[in-house]
């Protein structure tokens, strides 16, 4: 229920209300904005299955794949609205809708590589889950970096507060893994650790797709 709820709280999301940038330019106009909400809607449907992916103990496999798809299709939107509205449309744009574009697919790229890790822990592959494990704090305390410095001040729209908490939870539960993965290679099975900047990505998959419609005009 908690990502539909903030799924609905983003909408209005692009309008700047005020300030230097609050021109004759509607965002929403764009087919490309209105493309990229679109994805969004579907983006947000694939969190949900990874939430239920990791409550009912699937595969770290499949959450894995999912989290990386959720990944690859939010860096896609953000490119789309980067590359293809003018600097004057794209500034336009609510801040705290580009930051939860570009913040939210580090997220997921750390879930991502926080269930692969475990999936090579599983399979006794003992230094390879360290470097991803390592990896995923980067990605996360370099996530941190692009949100506002106060994040808890009580002008920080509550996207922004969401994402900063999903971020301190994952740091925290990566550094678990970590510490004990860790522990147990340095005691136990002394395998040698790739450079946490060197590992291949994850496997992306993303599942959800649009039904298609056809509007009938009589009704309208």
């Not at 965002?27 to 949900?48: D, K, R």
């Not at 969401?162 to 522990?183: F, G, R, T, W, Y």
Request: glycine share 2%; aromatic share 8%; with cysteine.
């Amino acid at each position: 229920a908690s990502i539909w709820n903030y799924a609905a709280s983003l909408f209005p999301v692009l309008l700047q209300e005020s300030g230097k940038n609050a021109l004759d330019v509607i965002p929403e106009s764009f087919e490309c904005v209105l493309s990229v909400l679109c994805e969004l809607a579907l983006i947000n449907a694939q969190e949900f299955m990874i939430q239920l992916a990791v409550q009912t103990n699937k595969s770290p496999s499949l959450t894995c794949k999912l989290s990386m798809g959720v990944c690859t299709q939010l860096k896609q939107c953000h490119k789309r609205l980067h590359t293809s509205l003018s600097k004057t449309v794209y500034e336009s744009m609510r801040n705290d809708f580009v930051v939860y574009v570009k913040v939210r697919a580090d997220l997921y790229h750390a879930i991502a590589l926080k269930y692969n890790g475990k999936l090579l822990k599983q399979n006794e592959k003992h230094g390879e889950c360290i470097a991803y494990f390592q990896s995923a704090i980067n990605i996360l305390k370099h996530a941190q970096n692009k949100l506002p410095s106060d994040p808890k001040s009580k002008s920080t729209p509550q996207s922004v507060v969401v994402i900063q908490k999903s971020i301190v939870k994952q740091l925290q539960s990566v550094d678990v893994l970590l510490k004990a993965a860790k522990s147990d290679n340095n005691s136990v099975y002394f395998e040698s650790v790739p450079k946490s900047d060197q590992i291949e990505p994850p496997e992306a998959m993303f599942r959800m797709k649009p039904d298609p419609f056809t509007p009938d005009w009589n009704l309208l």
